[in-house]
């Protein structure tokens, strides 16, 4: 009996294999989407890693097996080189919370151990504008702006589980970080800042400026950063604008008023998400570029009656950019 069940059992198998017969082009693909293929698909061709320094030594790319990214060699003291037209984004883990940095060309020393993801994208180049300031001015020492005012770009991974904030080719002489538009930068209003010209009055038409206008304390006119092209069209990128500002003040000519330190209190930090809406509604895209940060609230006193901004004189201020390159 037992003999009969089983060969009976194995006739319906028989049938059954040779009348359903395996897809197997879907097999595969099924294998693939689950996690990376063991073997040369799964290299990650866009970084080219260089066991020393500076470029030197042997040479591989880093690989997924099982899941998890594996080093060609030991990288604790190693360089690397992303391709032309790219932009690599490493991860670690170290910590409670990844963290991602984004890279482009090369990079002659570097500590590629404790990497727990890499992804790469087509690179994109976003021109950031200073359009200049925009506040009330009663008379000309109204324009004796100063202050910093720092751009940075984010681009949040696709899990939403790490941010990093994207590379800015600003000229050097300027730059704070490899990371930092520095719009403006002038410490004080006791010399006029070259930048009187990008203080116009309240005045919502913003002025086409396309060149630095102070190569030495002025600021920069135009911030390159390099983004994901996927980021840049799934809504994952975003401007911060940081703005600590500050003016000289005078109602008229002739009045008495005179005011050297009319400041904001404190910087402020403004997000403005590219292709999603931000927190007030506003989308930052191809068609509506332009950015205008404020009102920025500073206050003051008379000179002579204060030595710190305590009250008295109040100025708004309105930053002002055009985003490129949407």
């Known amino acids: ?10 006739l319906v198998i028989t049938g059954t294999s040779h009348s359903q017969k395996p897809d197997t082009a879907k097999i595969i693909q099924k294998y693939i989407d689950k996690a990376p293929v063991i073997g040369v698909l799964n290299e990650v061709n866009d970084i080219e890693v260089f066991e020393l320094p500076k470029f030197k030594g042997r040479t591989g790319k880093f690989r997924w097996e099982n899941g998890k990214i594996v080093a060609p060699f030991k990288t604790k003291d190693a360089s690397f080189r992303v391709a032309n037209g790219r932009i690599a984004y490493i991860r670690r883990c170290a910590g409670e919370f990844p963290e991602e940095n984004a890279y482009t060309g090369s990079v002659a020393s570097a500590d590629l151990t404790g990497i727990c993801g ?12 200073f359009n200049g300031v925009a506040t009330i001015i009663h008379n000309n020492d109204c324009r004796r702006v ?7 770009v984010y681009e949040t991974a696709p899990d939403g589980a790490a941010q990093a904030m994207m590379p800015c080719n600003a000229i050097p002489v300027f730059r704070a970080d490899a990371f930092t538009f520095l719009a403006l930068s002038h410490p004080n209003s006791t010399t ?17 400026i396309s060149t630095v206008v102070n190569s ?3 600021g920069e006119a135009v911030g390159n950063f390099v983004v994901g092209a996927s980021g840049l069209r799934d809504g994952r990128v975003g ?8 003016s000289a003040h005078k109602t008229c000519d002739l009045c008495d008023d ?22 007030d509604g506003r989308i930052l895209n191809a068609a509506n570029n332009r950015i205008q940060s404020g009102p920025l609230r500073a206050q003051g006193s008379r000179d002579g ?6 009250g008295g004189i109040f100025l708004d201020f309105h930053t002002q950019f055009t985003v490129n390159g949407l």
């Open 118 to 129: 890499i992804r790469t994208d087509a690179a994109v180049t976003i021109p950031i504008q």
């Open 305 to 310: 009656f204060a030595i710190t901004a305590s």
């Open 216 to 218: 030495v304390t002025g």
């Open 146 to 152: 100063f202050g910093d005012i720092r751009v940075k």
């Open 239 to 246: 401007v911060i604008i940081t703005t600590s500002l500050g």
């Open 258 to 279: 005179f005011s050297s330190n009319v400041r904001m209190t404190a910087p402020v930090t403004k997000t403005y998400p590219i292709n999603r809406a931000g927190s």
């Open 192 to 208: 006029r800042s070259r930048y009187g010209r990008l203080v116009h009055d309240a005045n919502p038409a913003v002025p086409v």
């Open 1 to 10: 009996m037992k003999n009969l069940v089983l060969i009976l059992l194995l």
